[in-house]
């Protein structure tokens, strides 16, 4: 299943900041470094500065700390950080009655991100932790302040999709893709949810969508390969399988399956050699394939 997407409105200023090197002396300024600092990947260096903007501020810059240390805090996958830091977001913006809060400090413009986002962002977190349904209900959140939010569709679909909720997954998805018909994973995401309901037509047209609009993922190619092999098409995800490795030269897995179709093909020598390949960089599928392997040698190896 494709990974969620992180969405995110930083600290907007239009206004003075401290020059380079010099200690922020403001919670604006505080807030500014932080972002320079996260840009630059000191995540631990940015939720320094966004506590101190936090600490020293009240109303819409606070409000915009928060969220900055919140997604800092995604960053490092301190889930619980997050939603602490979204919860206070939320509760900020609805104190307010104004989704769309924004003020004027010191002559500086600031601009605190949807509450919308807030919601997906800690639904994101929720999901990441396994609480599905915490997760679901911030998605319900999301759209219930922004209806044609596609972000909100597709996450909401990946953990309707983690609680085997297929139906209402490939339905997700699927407005998700009317509202932002560029948004691939959705396609791969949809395109495995109906592969896990044998509906190997819809999933394989679901991964060719995704791979048109994105060709450089070795990973949707290994999902139209494992399709085609489940139909039996075994030269079309013979074909599949070779591209993931031309784009991942580090995925066992598809050599490995590689050389099953190989095998089936009766090229003993190169199955061999993928095989080889294979266990040398993932040592732990040599059990699992094992079975395949003695199966063939055999003589009864099966497609």
């Not at 489940?230 to 050389?259: C, H, M, Q, V």
């Not at 294979?278 to 599928?285: G, R, Y």
Request: proline fraction near 3%; charge should be neutral.
């Amino acid at each position: 299943m494709k990974i969620v997407r992180l969405l995110t409105i930083l600290f907007v200023t239009c206004g003075f900041v401290s020059a380079a090197g010099q200690t922020p002396r403001t919670a604006q300024e505080y807030n500014y470094r932080g972002q320079q600092r996260q840009r630059n990947g000191d995540i631990d260096g940015a939720i320094e500065d966004f506590t101190k903007a936090i600490e020293g501020s009240n109303g819409t810059v606070q409000l915009i700390a928060y969220s900055n240390r919140a997604k800092a805090r995604m960053n490092k996958n301190d889930w619980d950080g997050a939603i602490a830091d979204y919860t206070r977001t939320i509760k900020l913006q609805l104190g307010k009655n104004d989704a769309k809060t924004g003020g004027n400090v010191s002559g500086s413009v600031v601009i605190a991100p949807p509450i919308e986002f807030a919601y997906l962002n800690r639904g994101i977190a929720r999901q990441a932790k396994g609480d599905a349904d915490g997760a679901i209900a911030d998605y319900n959140s999301a759209l219930a302040t922004l209806p044609k939010f596609a972000e909100a569709y597709y996450n909401r679909g990946i953990a309707l999709q983690s609680k085997g909720d297929l139906n209402g997954a490939i339905k997700d998805y699927s407005t998700a893709l009317e509202l932002a018909p560029q948004l691939s994973d959705a396609y791969v995401n949809r395109g495995q949810a109906k592969q896990s309901m044998h509906n190997l037509e819809g999933a394989i047209a679901d991964y060719t969508s995704a791979v048109e609009l994105k060709s450089d993922e070795a990973s949707t190619y290994f999902a139209r390969a494992s399709a085609r092999q489940e139909k039996n098409d075994l030269i079309g995800a013979l074909t599949d399988y070779s591209k993931a490795i031309e784009l991942d030269p580090a995925s066992a897995s598809s050599y490995a399956n590689r050389a099953v179709i190989e095998t089936l093909q009766g090229r003993k020598d190169l199955a061999d050699q993928d095989f080889d390949k294979a266990f040398k960089i993932d040592p732990s599928l040599k059990a699992q394939y094992r079975e395949f392997i003695e199966s063939h040698r055999r003589g009864r190896s099966k497609p």
